[in-house]
């Protein structure tokens, strides 16, 4: 680990509270957080926000039970399984996040089997430990994706709900204009010192009292080009496909039809195309075995498995295309999956990896407790707002939201 510099320092223009590098859904929540707790704060993003893994996450909101298809709650599963209704509250007005206005993209996800699947999960999912995050539904609740005649199978509720990710980004950045900028950081403009952080953005020299690095993968070599040892890093990689085809109903659910491990065979979510139609996007099992091999041979993969898992609809005309994800976490000695959100100080220097965007809310509370306490500012008036915001009006592009990848994406 690298010392603070001690050289001398140069007056600053800008003074902050914090300066957040990265603007996805990690760095904009807590911006915004950062800001309803009274802190002065402000968000630099290298492309458009949300570019990297936030759009191309699948919008879920989730209480963890895929993790449990062992038949046993898992540590993940314990650890996330508060998250939605964490949510809910946010999206009612009542949690640590305004997100009053915005529409979930589905308000429940669903598990689907075929006949003779379940097994000793059926007992698992009927357990008084799961009551209240799951339920299993009688055929007048199907969706209607699962109300065709030759779906035999079962129907189970979750207490999950999928968000849409552009939607999401633009409710938080609409409340902070003012504070997102585009620029790509280098760490060469950053100086850490033992009580400050001071950052060269063109002309302007900017000291905050923190620097939070939400930048996901590209927090990793911005910390080893500061020559910090720790913490490291990891990526986890993904093979996800995208599906084009006729008349395809919306779904968002897991099969887990003739699942041999604890991982559902396929995780569907249902996205809206510019002219109306659904597209669907693959993850699960389908997706981490897919790393490693060519796109052709994964559209063939998706395709048998869709015939196993929906067979009452059609598949052969159907388009695939690929999409590469690779996940970036704080770094594990197993490899394997963080269970829980991740914020470690060093110094005037924070980094945060929510591992999940469920998980968000609580790497915002870390985040919070991890500050130096807030300076009570007694000028809060009408003039200083306006000289903050004045300030703040740095020679730098703003930043703008990205768009969902499979928009840019043909089939094949």
């Excluded at 429940?108 to 430990?129: D, I, K």
């Excluded at 999401?168 to 403009?189: D, I, N, S, V």
């Excluded at 000028?379 to 703008?400: D, F, G, I, K």
Aim: charged share 20%; with cysteine.
């Amino acid at each position: 680990m690298t010392k603070p510099s001690s050289t001398s320092r140069a007056r600053p223009d800008l003074m902050l509270d914090t300066l957040i590098v990265g603007g996805g859904i990690a760095g904009l929540w807590t911006l915004n957080l950062l800001q309803k707790a009274g802190r002065e704060a402000l968000l630099l993003e290298a492309d458009t926000l949300g570019s990297a893994q936030t759009l191309a996450s699948q919008g879920m909101v989730h209480g963890g039970l895929k993790y449990a298809l062992g038949a046993r709650l898992s540590g993940a599963a314990e650890a996330i399984s508060a998250m939605p209704d964490r949510w809910r509250a946010c999206l009612d007005g009542e949690g640590e996040m305004d997100l009053q206005g915005l529409a979930p993209l589905a308000t429940r996800y669903y598990m689907f089997a075929g006949p003779s699947t379940m097994g000793r999960l059926t007992g698992f999912f009927a357990s008084r430990s799961l009551r209240g995050r799951i339920e299993k539904l009688e055929p007048k609740k199907y969706p209607q994706a699962f109300t065709h005649p030759d779906f035999n199978g079962v129907v189970y509720g979750l207490n999950d709900f999928v968000l849409h990710t552009p939607s999401l980004l633009e409710h938080l950045a609409k409340q902070q204009p003012q504070r997102l900028y585009q620029h790509k950081l280098l760490a060469e403009h950053i100086k850490l010192h033992s009580d400050q952080v001071q950052v060269q953005l063109g002309d302007t020299l900017v000291a905050a009292k923190h620097i939070v690095l939400t930048a996901g993968a590209g927090s990793g070599p911005l910390l080893e080009a500061l020559g910090l040892d720790k913490p490291q890093m990891q990526t986890r990689p993904l093979h996800q496909v995208i599906v084009r085809g006729r008349g395809l109903p919306r779904m968002y659910a897991h099969c887990l039809t003739g699942i041999k491990r604890a991982e559902p065979r396929l995780t569907i979510t249902s996205h809206r195309e510019p002219d109306g139609s659904w597209l669907w996007y693959l993850g699960g099992q389908l997706a981490t075995d897919g790393v490693g091999i060519g796109d052709a041979l994964q559209a063939s993969n998706a395709r048998k498995e869709l015939t196993t898992c929906v067979p009452w609809l059609d598949w052969s005309t159907a388009k695939f295309s690929s999409l590469h994800i690779d996940r970036a976490e704080p770094k594990q000695q197993s490899g394997l999956r963080p269970d829980e959100a991740f914020v470690e100080r060093h110094g005037r220097l924070l980094v945060a990896w929510p591992t999940k965007l469920s998980l968000v809310p609580d790497l915002g509370l870390q985040l919070l407790a991890l500050l130096d306490p807030a300076a009570k500012d007694p000028a809060n008036s009408t003039e200083v707002a306006a000289a903050q915001s004045q300030a703040l009006n740095l020679p730098l592009p703003r930043a703008t939201i990205g768009t969902e990848p499979w928009m840019v994406t043909g089939g094949a």
